[in-house]
């Protein structure tokens, strides 16, 4: 079992940046999974945002690409989602996920809420 803690959301105004956390808890994280971020807005679908496999590859949305970046550092057993030139339209709660393949979860955090101001 995995379990997932997302921090780092918050209040931004437009054109800004957060970075979003997800730390594994109650066991040890193990690098094999990969790990995803998703998104959902109030009455909208959850939709893939970024994933993070094997040999540091990535995948992002076409949506976030070239404003979005996903790392992670597996000596602290965390995953980041650093976020840059933020849009009203990424306002949303923010999921950290863990699956076998990139935009796949078996495991999911509580989320943290991202809300972007015009």
């Known amino acids: 079992q995995v379990q997932l803690v997302e921090s780092g959301g918050g209040l931004v105004q437009a054109g800004g940046s957060l970075r979003l956390s997800c730390a594994a808890s109650?066991?040890?994280?193990?690098?094999?999974?990969?790990m995803n971020w998703f998104r959902q807005a109030p009455g909208k679908e959850r939709e893939f945002v970024a994933a993070?496999?094997?040999?540091?590859?990535?995948h992002y949305a076409d949506s976030v690409k070239g404003r979005f970046t996903i790392s992670r550092d597996n000596a602290k057993n965390t995953v980041y989602l650093q976020m840059d030139s933020l849009k009203p339209e990424d306002t949303a709660v923010y999921y950290c996920?863990?699956?076998?393949?990139?935009?796949?979860?078996?495991?999911w955090g509580q989320g943290t809420q991202v809300t972007v101001s015009s």
């Open positions: 109650g066991r040890t994280f193990s690098s094999r999974y990969t």
């Open positions: 996920a863990a699956g076998g393949a990139p935009g796949a979860a078996i495991y």
């Open positions: 993070i496999w094997s040999s540091s590859m990535t």
